[in-house]
């Protein structure tokens, strides 16, 4: 089927997310979609860099890109092996589109605030949208919460707790790459 069939669940994701993904799976669509949605939520965590520093080179944006796309795989991985502990029986594909999916809502908050960085709008602008950008975190996290819990087919209690374990078992070792990563490039003052 083609990827133009997976439109429609765009608006309804936002308010059933787990029917959504479950949808997605058996009709085997929405992949291409979730590793868009992971290049560009990475590609604008890499913004940040590009926009604060006028020394950092355009190249890190398409850096932050193929991060995003490596974090999706890398990620759904770790989920899909640490769901095997709560008896989850998911494909990889399958967690790809899900976790990609749930990150939807995070993609349009990071990039409503660097588009506001980006026309220079002041701290105190910002600061004053915290609370809203902090309601729009936590929703995010629900639904990325229930996107996973459709395709590992867990509670929602034993999806946050395998997002848990992966989030813990996994930051150090993030942690530390990033921190070579950013010595490579100079990115550190």
Same mark, same amino acid.
């Given at each position: ?54 020394? +950092?080179?355009?190249?890190?944006? +398409? ?101 848990? +374990? ?24």
């Amino acid at each position: 089927m083609s990827e133009n069939s997976a439109k429609p669940y765009l608006f309804k994701f936002w308010y059933r997310p787990g029917t959504v993904v479950r949808a997605l799976l058996e009709s085997r669509q929405g992949h291409h979609l979730a590793l868009g949605c992971s290049s560009v939520f990475g590609a604008l965590q890499a913004l940040r860099f590009y926009l604060v520093d006028d020394r +950092v080179s355009p190249i890190i944006i +398409v850096f932050g890109a193929v991060a995003g796309l490596c974090g999706l795989y890398l990620f759904s991985w770790l989920l899909r092996n640490f769901g095997r502990w709560f008896g989850a029986r998911a494909k990889l594909p399958e967690m790809r589109v899900a976790l990609g999916w749930g990150l939807l809502p995070w993609t349009g908050l990071f990039g409503i605030v660097a588009l506001m960085v980006s026309r220079g709008e002041d701290a105190e602008m910002l600061s004053s949208l915290a609370p809203i950008l902090f309601v729009g975190f936590v929703y995010g996290y629900a639904l990325i919460l229930l996107s996973i819990a459709a395709a590992l087919r867990l509670s929602a209690l034993k999806a946050f707790l395998c997002l848990i +374990v992966t989030c813990v078992v996994s930051i150090f070792p993030l942690t530390l790459i990033a921190q070579f990563v950013t010595h490579a490039f100079g990115l550190t003052p």
